[in-house]
C-alpha cells in the first residue's frame, strides 16, 4: 500500500514536472526551426513570385508589340499566381505545425486514469508504463 502510494506520488511529479519541462524545451526547438523554415521558403517563393510576375509584364509588352513569344504572357502570370497559392497554402501549414501543446489521452483512458493529458508516446506516458510495469530487468537500479 506505501510502495503503491510513492510510486503515484513519483509518477505525478514526473507528470508535472518533467512532462512540462520536456514540452518547453520541444516547444523552442520546434518554433525556431518553423521560423526557420518560413524565412527560408518566403525567401524563395516571393523570389520566384517577383520574377514571374516581371516575366509576364515582359511578355505582355512584347506581345502588345506584335513581337512573336515562345511563352505567352497569360502563363506566365499563371505561375505566378500559383506560387503565391503555394506560398499562403504553405505559411497556412506553418502556422499549424506551430501549435505544440501535450496530447490529450483518449476519452476512456482520462476516466480510467488520474494521469491525463498525455499522448501514449510522451515521455510522462513512457514513465508512468515503465513505474507501473510489473516486472524490470534485472540490473536495473530501481528494481523493487
Not at 105 to 119: D, M, N
Request: with cysteine; aromatic share 6%.
Amino acid at each position: 500500500m506505501i510502495g503503491s502510494a510513492v510510486e503515484a506520488r513519483a509518477l505525478d511529479y514526473a507528470i508535472e514536472s518533467l512532462s512540462r519541462s520536456h514540452l518547453a524545451e520541444v516547444r523552442e526547438r520546434t518554433l525556431s526551426r518553423i521560423e526557420r523554415t518560413r524565412r527560408e521558403v518566403h525567401s524563395r517563393l516571393t523570389y520566384e513570385i517577383n520574377y514571374w510576375d516581371g516575366r509576364a509584364w515582359k511578355l505582355a509588352q512584347q506581345e502588345a508589340a506584335g513581337k512573336q513569344v515562345k511563352l505567352p504572357s497569360l502563363q506566365a502570370r499563371r505561375r505566378a499566381d500559383d506560387l503565391r497559392d503555394r506560398l499562403r497554402s504553405r505559411n497556412r501549414e506553418l502556422d499549424l505545425e506551430a501549435q505544440i501543446d501535450a496530447l490529450p489521452r483518449s476519452s476512456s483512458a482520462a476516466r480510467s486514469s488520474s494521469r491525463r493529458g498525455f499522448s501514449i508516446g510522451s515521455p510522462a506516458a513512457r514513465l508512468a508504463r515503465w513505474i507501473c510495469s510489473p516486472a524490470r530487468p534485472a540490473g536495473s537500479s530501481f528494481s523493487r
